[in-house]
């Protein structure tokens, strides 16, 4: 026997002690109260012909029943049959209002008779995976999440609902039409991910919530007569939308159409702001009328790889990467604004010309990578960021009269500039004609200095004059292999390999530098004439493999870095004045090196003997070895100071090393 309790007064049945159950029967109670049966995994089968009220819970996760009719039932509690998941078939024809999530969780219910039902609640039929058909010709409300993954839904009849909550049709992905005459507002999630929805029906909807169509990608047609305004994502993912038609619509949110792939049309005569990203990768759009907007947010047409036609005569502001990759847009027209934003042609590759008569300021990388664009006429701007221009290899005019300064890059691989000119700029940044092939020509007669990798690989310069320059930064005219000939009157500092394997270059005269950065001048093989008479130390590598050197005076060098010298194979005379220390490998494999004169007033400190490794210094070129002329007063103390000793002792004594002067 079962063991019960029962309020007798009123026929109320409260609970089941015993979990075991597998059926139960009586004809005297009306009400089934809270968790009664809740837990009941083995029962089958309820009779019970007088209950009016089922309570919160009661039959939950009873996985075995499979049928529920209740002829007098008018009241169901929330989650009263969650988790049933065997149950098949339901029967209430009295329920009025099916309470918060009743049937979540019953994966194989197929047929629900409910003829007199107003409401549905919160995830009623939440993932009641086999339900297939839905018919609720009374309900006027539905809650959100109601029929959320129901994923073999293939019709649901609605006929006089007037509210749709948020992700009520959630990924029911076999739902192929929805209409619901009455309904004026679609919430977050109500369709997302329906996969197979084809005909949407909505004739008196006026807003569109987040998500609410996202990733329907059957969904071809989208028409909705009265609305207004779209939310974010709202069609994103529709793949294969291709119609639009909202001709009240005054709002697109960000992201409302992104990646509907299909889409070839936009005209909206009525929108007046779009935003971001809302039809980015629409990659089969072609043409755009868009006559009252005048402003395009961040990312709009992102992507659209096939926009060729832009009608948007009003537009006074345009947003980040607003036209990024759009890459067949042949023409560019905005002849009201004045800011391009960063981005907002990169990679625009049809464009031939940018000219805005009006804009004053262009943002980072706005049109790098237009690799057709050939003309920049932009007369009213004073300011270019970082690599406006960058990697667009058919530029070759360029109109920027008010131009007072630029960011790095600007003009990275522009492999088709042959003469660049610009009266104001003070100071050239990092990168700013990295490798312009091309590049024969340039003037910047106000600049004072030149950042890191400015010129780099510009292979076609021969000549250049800073008359104002100060500092020349590291790498800045790395490899112009063609450069013969280099001006600059004021220099007072190089950065390190700042003119490295400029091999044209035969005669250096700068005479007001005192510091040179590491490898400033290493591998320029035809070097053959310098000249620092304020220079006050040689650094790491600075004439590294200068082949070409005969000689080098420095009177007031005091340090002579690791390799300064080395390689520099027909150097065969150098003098330093004030020189204090020569480091390691200074002069390796300076096999022509026969008179160094070291004019300190006193002896050089000498690290390691491995300055002078291959050098006649150490052992004889031609039979011959070459000696060190040094201060007559200082020849004892070179003979015996550490490691010049060494190399002292190294040599016949019938070639003395040091000559005193």
Known sequence: MNTIERLTDEGAYLHIVNRSIDEFTDDEISYIGSAAFYGCSILSSVDCPNVTSIGSLAFGRCFNITQISFSEVTNIGISAFQECSNLVSVNFPKVEIIDEGVFSGCTNLKTISF????SIGYSAFDRCSSLTTVNFPQVVSISAGAFKECINLTTASFSNVESIGFSAFASCYKLTTVSFSKVDSIYWNTFYDCKSLTNVDLPNVTTIGDYAFYGCYNLTTASFSKVTNLDNYAFAGCSRLTTLSFPELTYISPYAFYNCTSLKLIDFSTVDEIGGYAFANCSNLISVNLPKITSINSGVFTNCINLTTLSLSEVQYIGYEAFRECQKLPTIDFPHIDTISGYTFYDCRALTIASFSSVTSIGEFAFAYCSNLTTADFPEVTFLSSGVFAYCSSLTTLNFPKLTSMDAGVFIEC????????????????????????????SFPSATSIGEDAFALCIGLTSVGFPKVTYVGSNAFYACYNLTSISFPNITSIGGNAFYACSGLTTLSLSKVNYIDQGAFALCTDLSTVNFPLLNQVTESTF??????????????????PYAFAYCDNLSWASFGKASTIYDSAFTDCSNLFSLYLLNSSVVNLPTVGAFTNTPMRQPTGGKFGKIYVPQSLVTSYETATNWNLIVQSRPSDWPLFEGI
Do not use: E, H, M
């Open 415 to 442: 492999n088709g500039l042959t003469t660049v000119a610009f009266q104001k700029i003070q100071s050239l940044q990092s990168s700013t004609f990295y490798r312009c092939r091309s590049l024969v020509s340039i």
């Open 544 to 561: 590294y493999g200068c082949q070409s050197l005969a000689s080098v005076n420095f009177p007031n060098v005091s340090n002579i870095g």
């Open 115 to 118: 003829s007199d039902v107003t």
